[in-house]
């Protein structure tokens, strides 16, 4: 069997609607490049109809091939997946709301020629509400913050639109942590790297499932994944109520000698509260750390699949 040119990847979830279109815009935009392609398309357990969706265009087109995993493990699980079962020398992974049009892969593929490994998508205009990008520039800057990237921040505007060669996929596969981020790692590979600017478009059906508490949740975990800035920002804050703590002892021996102001139980207690949160804070921040070892070292798999087909 010949070896594609191009893997197609698309986590799908909560997409019964979408699925023929999303398949019929990827073939447009390949068959302009290649007839030598695949589509791997993970459905992540979703409640609606989407496997058998999937089921239909893979029966239709052999080219086109399923995976379903067993329950739902989240987008970047089903990304591993694809990138696991994906076969071509180049692979682009794309989210499939197709608010990242297909069309582009052309443009990600002649980008990929000029020596490039990676090729980033940023979105031109984003299709959201004026308090939606408020909210998301203020998320990503104390995101960055805390993730310490070393440089390599994280935007709000680079989607999930991608190209990636061969050597960049199974590096990429080499990495283990059971939380995991596909934009974090690629970006941590130090590969060559290129960006094209996209348009985004609304969402072809449906509302998003990434709620504020799923985007909220992802971010911890990536947090306390891949950066320890948490745990050493809790020292900081010890260090300074320690201080805090020394100018107060000295503050009120001094009135104690000096005045016969009755001292009073209200500042005591407020330091009290402060000193008792803090710890509290410190010791839940630990307990994140310490479970995210648990997780890693029972060593369990990604994911379970349920069903392939055409693989």
């Known amino acids: 069997?010949?070896?594609?040119?191009?893997?197609?990847?698309?986590?799908?979830?909560?997409?019964?609607?979408?699925?023929?279109?999303?398949?019929?815009?990827?073939?447009?935009?390949?068959?302009?490049?290649?007839?030598?392609?695949?589509?791997?398309?993970?459905?992540?357990?979703?409640?609606?109809?989407?496997?058998?969706?999937?089921?239909?265009?893979?029966?239709?087109?052999?080219?086109?091939?399923g995976i379903k995993f067993s329950r739902n493990y989240g987008?970047?699980?089903?990304?591993?997946?694809?990138?696991?079962?994906?076969?071509?020398?180049?692979?682009?992974?794309?989210d499939c709301d197709l608010q990242e049009n297909p069309k582009y892969i052309k443009d990600l593929y002649e980008t990929a020629q000029s020596g490039v490994d990676i090729v980033f998508t940023y979105k031109e205009k984003r299709s959201q509400s004026v308090f939606k990008k408020i909210t998301a520039a203020l998320f990503y800057k104390l995101?960055?913050?805390?993730?310490?990237?070393?440089?390599?921040?994280?935007?709000e505007d680079i989607?999930?639109?991608?190209?990636?060669?061969?050597?960049?996929?199974?590096?990429?596969l080499s990495y283990k942590e059971f939380n995991r981020d596909y934009t974090y790692i690629l970006q941590s590979l130090?590969?060559?790297?290129?960006?094209?600017?996209?348009?985004?478009?609304?969402?072809?059906e449906g509302t998003s499932s990434y709620t504020f508490s799923k985007l909220f949740k992802h971010a911890i975990a990536s947090i306390t994944s891949y950066s320890d800035k948490l745990l050493r920002l809790s020292i900081t804050f010890g260090f300074v109520f320690f201080l805090i703590s020394i100018i107060w002892a000295i503050y009120t021996l001094y009135m104690h000698f000096t005045s016969n102001v009755p001292m009073g139980y209200t500042s005591m207690f407020i330091f009290e509260l402060l000193g008792t949160g803090l710890i509290l804070m410190s010791?839940?921040?630990t307990g994140i750390y310490i479970g995210k070892i648990f997780e890693q070292v029972?060593?369990?798999?990604?994911?379970?699949?349920d069903i392939k087909v055409n693989l």
Request: net charge positive.
């Open 143 to 155: 995101y960055n913050y805390l993730l310490d990237n070393r440089g390599h921040k994280i935007h």
């Open 75 to 94: 987008q970047h699980y089903a990304i591993t997946a694809g990138l696991q079962y994906a076969k071509g020398d180049y692979i682009v992974v794309l």
């Open 298 to 305: 029972k060593e369990r798999p990604l994911y379970t699949i």
């Open 283 to 285: 010791l839940g921040i």
């Open 1 to 65: 069997m010949t070896t594609p040119l191009i893997s197609v990847v698309s986590p799908v979830y909560k997409a019964e609607k979408i699925v023929p279109e999303l398949v019929k815009r990827i073939i447009e935009s390949l068959t302009e490049i290649t007839d030598n392609y695949e589509i791997i398309l993970v459905e992540d357990a979703g409640p609606d109809g989407s496997w058998a969706k999937i089921e239909e265009e893979c029966k239709r087109n052999s080219k086109v091939k």
């Open 190 to 204: 130090g590969y060559k790297t290129a960006y094209k600017k996209i348009q985004h478009d609304k969402r072809y």
């Open 159 to 172: 989607g999930t639109l991608s190209m990636i060669n061969r050597k960049v996929a199974d590096a990429f």
